[in-house]
Each structure stands twice: as structure tokens, then as C-alpha cells.
């Protein structure tokens, strides 16, 4: 069937609501066009559908798919954020990874690969899905371009611990890799979220001597997300950034879908604005993981993570040189008129 498009700025946008129910046709992220009726994507939404590296529930290989599925209700207008992401930039969905289940190391390879072609080609890469083991090639793809990178990892966990079982490669594990390799830049890396059981205090000097900053979930609860925001401006400056989001960083009450969930997490209210708060940063890629679908109630994960890729889009057509402050950030009571 054929679904008629929104287009502006001869940018091919999402199948136009107006004309055809947002629950009708085939499910790309936000009904964008699939990449292969692109000329030319800035910026691709990948699924990445892997889970063969948690620790507790498995479900997020099911996590692109229900990501997609909660995205049909975006809009074209980021009123938050001024700004119409798929009239800026030509968004595309590239579909999914294929990545071997029972190989991890051959999946990662394959995760890598993938990514690097889109990151080489000047095409900005949002994957969908997974769990978080996948931030380590992704990292390395991006990388491989920008050298180390700074690095926003919003989380409940820390995910630097070393091995599980013997094994390196983990979700638990894959910013520690990520500094062993030299891929990421210390002096610009960061945690939001964190809470939650450790296995002991060498946890947090580990990854003290990883570089990374820490800003637990209490803290944005304490600082408030204005000041969270100049903190994290302020650590990543002007460097490539690259921004790893696993799900569970959000409460269980916000994300229950995930596969490690811990109390006492972020509201989605609190997340969307911290990553608002990111215009004007140099944003290079990023990724939302650990969604689990099997159990999520009501799409209430789905719908999180589908409107953290949106405000991704929107940093990125707002670009690196847009306002800290911009027209809307911080005067919410002016956006929609009346009640300042
Ligand atoms: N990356 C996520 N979601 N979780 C890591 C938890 C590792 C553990 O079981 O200790
Ligand atoms: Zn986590
Ligand atoms: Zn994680």
C-alpha cells in the first residue's frame, strides 16, 4: 500500500498521520522512510537485536522491534526543543543488525562492522535495542573516526566491572573494555543514574580510575536537572560525545521492560530534559539499550525509549553550534503561552 508523506525541506519525513492511522503500515521507527528509499540518510536508526550478554533477564534482543512499535506516535514538532528534527536532517530506519546469538565474539564484530560503515560515511547512527555489551563496538566504530570520545552514560549501573563467569565481554562490562582500549577520553566521561547494591567499595575506586564522573540518580533528585545539566556540559565541553543509554537508568516505575531493574531511578520527565539540556554539545552517536520487552506493561519502556532517540534526533538537527539555553529549554512556561 502506498502511505502518502510528510516531506519538508525535500526530506522525505514519517507517513503522514493526517492520512493514514498511526497504528496502520509497517513499523519503521517513527514511520520514517526505510533507508533504502533515502538518496542519502543524516542520520540512521539501527536495530540491534542481541541480548546473549546479560547477567539476569534476557528479553532485549526483542527490544528494536518494541521500540519501533512505541514510536508511531511521534510527532513531527519538537515544541521542547523548537525544532522539526525530520525536516532538518533525512532521518532513515536501516533495519536490523544480524548478529550471531551464539557467539559473542563474532556478534561483536559484526555490531562493529555495521556501524562503522554508517559512522565512516557521515551518516550520525542511533541503534535501537540490545543489551549493553553493545556499546563497546559501538564505541570502537566511533572511535575509529573520531578517536577516543567523550562519553554520557546514563545508567542505573556502573557497567565497568571486569568479568562475569570468566567473561569479558558483558553488559555489565563494557565501559571498562571501552578504557582499557583507549576508545573512550577519561577526561570527558561520565555516569547519570547510578544507584542501587554494589559488589564492594573497589567498584567505585575502579571506576573513579577510569575518569569517570558520577552523577547518581539522588544527586539529579538533589541538584535538580538545571544544574545536572551545567555539570555534565561542563565535563564533556566541546569533544565528540557519544551518549549510552540503558533503559534502566529510568525507575522501574517509568521502564519496568528491562532486565536489571533497580529502584529509586530517574522519572522520564527528569531524563528527557537532562538530554535537552545536551543541544548545542558535538553529539555524535548514540544508543538506547536494554529495553525488555517481555517486561514492559502498558509500552511504558517502549514509549521512554522511543522518546529518548527522538530527543536525540532533535540534538542533532539542532546541531553543535545551537544556543546552550535555546528558545525553549528552561522557559517551559512560555512554550505553550499563558500560564508564566
Ligand atoms: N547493564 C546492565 N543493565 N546491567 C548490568 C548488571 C550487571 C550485574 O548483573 O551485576
Ligand atoms: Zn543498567
Ligand atoms: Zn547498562
Not at 7 to 29: C, D, K, Q, S, W
Not at 173 to 200: K, M, N, Q, W
Not at 203 to 232: I, P, Q, W
Not at 258 to 280: C, F, M, N, V
Request: charged share 20%; hydrophobic share 40%; proline share 7%.
Amino acid at each position: 500500500m502506498d502511505h502518502p508523506r510528510v516531506e519538508t525541506n525535500g526530506r522525505i519525513g514519517p507517513v503522514n498521520a493526517a492520512l493514514t492511522p498511526r497504528y496502520a503500515g509497517l513499523g519503521t521507527f517513527a514511520r520514517l522512510p526505510r533507508i533504502e528509499d533515502v538518496s542519502k540518510a543524516d542520520v540512521a536508526v539501527v536495530g540491534m537485536p542481541w541480548d546473549s550478554g546479560v547477567s539476569y533477564r534476557p528479553g532485549a534482543r526483542f527490544g528494536a522491534t518494541h521500540v519501533r512499535e512505541s514510536s508511531r506516535l511521534l510527532r513531527p514538532f519538537n515544541p521542547a526543543q523548537s525544532v522539526s528534527p525530520f525536516a532538518e536532517l533525512q532521518v532513515a530506519d536501516a533495519g536490523d543488525v544480524a548478529l550471531n546469538p551464539f557467539n559473542i565474539d563474532e556478534a561483536l564484530k559484526t555490531a562493529e562492522e555495521a556501524a562503522a560503515q554508517f559512522v565512516s560515511d557521515g551518516t550520525s547512527l542511533i541503534t535501537i535495542g540490545g543489551d549493553h555489551t553493545l556499546a563497546l563496538p559501538l564505541l570502537r566504530a566511533h572511535a575509529k573516526k573520531h578517536g577516543p570520545v567523550a562519553l554520557l552514560h546514563f545508567d542505573a549501573h556502573l557497567d565497568t566491572w571486569d568479568t562475569y563467569f570468566g567473561a569479558e565481554y558483558t553488559h555489565g562490562t563494557p565501559f571498562r573494555r571501552a578504557f582499557e582500549e583507549g576508545i573512550i577520553d577519561s577526561s570527558g566521561v561520565c555516569h547519570v543514574g547510578t544507584r542501587g547494591p554494589l559488589y564492594g567499595t573497589q567498584d567505585l575506586e575502579d571506576d573513579a580510575r577510569f575518569g569517570f564522573g558520577v552523577v547518581t540518580s539522588n544527586d539529579v533528585m538533589r541538584m535538580g536537572v538545571d544544574e545536572v545539566v551545567g555539570f555534565l556540559r561542563e565535563r564533556v565541553g566541546d569533544r565528540p560525545l557519544y551518549v549510552s543509554l540503558d533503559i534502566d537508568v529510568l525507575d522501574p516505575a517509568h521502564a519496568p521492560g528491562t532486565g536489571t531493574p533497580e529502584p529509586g531511578g530517574l522519572t522520564s520527565r527528569e531524563l528527557l530534559e537532562i538530554l535537552r539540556g545536551l543541544r548545542g554539545t558535538n553529539l555524535i552517536g548514540a544508543d538506547v539499550v536494554e529495553v525488555a520487552p517481555p517486561y514492559d506493561h502498558a509500552e511504558l519502556t517502549g514509549l521512554a525509549a522511543a522518546n529518548v532517540v527522538y530527543e536525540y534526533m532533535s540534538l542533532l538537527a539542532l546541531g553543535k553550534d545551537a544556543p546552550a539555553g535555546g528558545p525553549a529549554y528552561g522557559e517551559s512556561n512560555t512554550t505553550y503561552g499563558e500560564s508564566k
